[in-house]
């Protein structure tokens, strides 16, 4: 059914009563050109961009819980495209490309909202960091712009600008930036794969990678063996545990990133803003929850839960920068596993084994990155080869020296 | 989640910085296969989902280098001792805690 203002008002002259499914609930066919294993945000995307751009429908998307059930239900929502570094700075503005037109593509409302990202800086090295990066991101064709600290005040004013340890002196600020709804976000992808063919399989877990001579020919799963000429993992969180079932030992590590959401109130942050000083970022669903979060806990968990003296640093962290927060009641808060790789980048390749593909270590970024990671997987599994635009996020990348560390931490996943 | 140090007693884990996985063998620097030895051990990890042998230093206390056998599932703390002089040896006597 194609969601238009007409459907809207058929649908509320007929009583609500004959809207379909958004998906077929689909059995696992015996064999597959692609199955991919992980129904989060960028399986699904993958699914949908093989079938669109490539033309290969004949795929399945496995998925151990539910659509959503992963980081792409449990993530603040951002999406931007400010990075300094060659390797990244094109492939994230793909993305942002991709999520402006993403709603008309899948013909679905994932309320992507370009309320724009504030980056604040509070010294004056930080102010030349965020200048370079903004001109770096300039010279790439993407938006920034620098703003000093009444431009800020104009934008954000509930802010403590004259903190006596973090004075706010500016920020660089992408206004294409913003955020999505993320459920939305794989609904929609599931809804248009599913309408080009694609098996959306829920409640499937693989719990084995079968070979033969060195090339993949299906999965084993809680419902069976699945043939596949190819396999594609996009296993965020998990990707250790599922490509240890192909042999491959991976550059990461699993760790736990906490949200926070508040009680509803009135308009009060405009877009995103983020702590220069410390760990900490805010931004407003429609809704009028505060959506807040910080950094990641810092050790290995598979726990999906984490721990009190991080929700302390982020706690306090809120009041440096809106002392306003300690008034507001926290609504509910929640934990995600992330794979953190050990430059802070992303993998999307092929793999040593013939016809296993790898989408991983996407660390606390990759919502953003739902679309292009996608794009960029289908393409890499269609043609057997990276497109230019994911050629750097190669497997071996740690072997021959070519590490993307945004932050420059070296092989410490819990700094990145 | 808490740490019982050996030396302190049992504190909460904000007085402990973590180090990572425990169980990487440093390579032989002279071996013949001496660089992909080090590309691995620098960079690839089991990262297994259970338990797990990691570092931790005590660094708001006693600044003790620690090797804990922690449930990266549930948070579950099985077994701390010094790191000192058991770091480079897989089956260490621990104490149960
Ligand atoms: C609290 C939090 C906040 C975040 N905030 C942001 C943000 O603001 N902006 C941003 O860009 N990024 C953010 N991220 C990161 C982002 O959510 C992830 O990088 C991204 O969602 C990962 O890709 P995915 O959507 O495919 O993952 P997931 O949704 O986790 O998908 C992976 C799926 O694989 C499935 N799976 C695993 N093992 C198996 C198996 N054996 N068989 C079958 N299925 C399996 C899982 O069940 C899961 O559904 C945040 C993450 C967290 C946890
Ligand atoms: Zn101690």
């Known amino acids: 059914m ?11 002259l007929r009583g609500q009563q004959g809207w379909t499914p958004a998906w ?52 603040t929502t951002i999406i931007r495209s400010n990075y300094l570094l060659p390797e990244n700075t094109p492939f994230y503005e793909w993305s942002l490309k991709l999520w402006e037109g993403l709603e008309r593509d899948l013909n679905y409302n994932a309320m992507v909202s370009q309320r724009g990202v504030l980056n604040l800086f509070h010294s004056d090295s930080q102010r030349d960091a965020f200048a370079r990066r903004g001109n770096t991101m300039r010279l790439a064709g993407v938006d920034a712009e620098l703003l000093d600290r009444d431009a800020v005040r104009a934008l954000v004013p509930r802010l403590d600008f004259d903190n006596a340890r973090f004075p706010i002196q500016g920020g660089l600020l992408q206004r294409r930036g913003g955020t999505a709804r993320h459920d ?38 809680t419902r069976g063996f699945i043939g596949a000429g190819k396999v594609g993992l996009a296993c965020a969180g998990n990707s250790s545990r599922v490509a240890a079932m192909a042999g491959l030992r991976l550059p990461i590590e699993s760790h736990v990133l906490q949200a926070f959401v508040s009680e509803a109130v009135k308009p009060l942050v405009k877009g995103v803003v983020t702590f220069g000083a410390g760990h900490f970022y805010v931004s407003q669903s429609d809704k009028g929850g505060l959506v807040f979060g910080g950094d990641i806990d810092g050790y290995n968990s598979y726990a999906q839960r984490g721990n009190l003296p991080t929700i302390e640093d982020v706690a306090e962290s809120a009041m440096a920068l ?35 593909f790898l989408n991983a270590g996407w660390c606390y970024g990759g919502f953003k990155a739902t679309p292009a990671s996608g794009w960029c997987f289908a393409w890499t599994i269609a043609k057997d080869e990276p497109h230019p635009l994911n050629a750097a996020f190669r497997l071996d990348r740690f072997a021959t020296g070519h590490v993307i560390d945004e932050k420059g931490a070296g092989a410490q996943p819990n700094l990145h | 989640m808490r740490i019982p140090c050996p030396f302190c ?43 797990h042998r990691e570092f931790w230093q005590h660094t708001g206390g006693c600044r003790a280098w620690l090797v804990v056998v922690r449930d990266v599932r549930t948070h579950a703390i099985e077994q701390v001792s010094a790191a000192r002089g058991l770091s480079q040896t897989v089956d260490v006597q621990m104490v149960e805690v």
């Open chain 1, 2 to 12: 194609h969601y238009s203002i007409l459907s809207i008002l058929t649908q509320a």
């Open chain 1, 24 to 75: 077929r609930e689909a059995e696992p066919q015996r064999h597959y050109d692609v199955v991919i294993v992980g129904g989060g945000g960028h399986g699904l995307a993958t699914a949908h961009y093989l079938a669109k751009e490539h033309g290969i429908t004949r795929v399945a998307v496995l998925e151990k819980g539910y659509i959503g059930s992963g980081n792409v239900g449990r993530n």
């Open chain 1, 184 to 221: 939305a976000v794989a609904w929609g992808f599931a809804r248009a794969a599913d309408k080009r063919g694609v098996d959306i399989i829920q409640n499937c877990e693989v719990t084995g990678i079968r070979t033969t001579e060195g090339r993949v020919t299906g999965v084993e799963t």
């Open chain 1, 322 to 356: 809106m002392p306003g927060l300690g008034r507001l009641r926290l609504l509910r808060h929640w934990g995600g596993l992330m794979d953190m790789s050990m430059d802070g980048s992303p993998i999307i390749d092929r793999t040593p084994v013939q016809g296993l």
């Open chain 2, 9 to 51: 007693g049992e504190r909460g884990v904000s007085e402990f910085s973590y180090r990572g996985d425990a169980t990487l063998q440093r390579p032989d620097a002279g071996s013949e296969n001496a660089l992909a030895a080090f590309v691995d051990y620098v960079h690839l990890r089991d990262n297994p989902a259970g338990r």
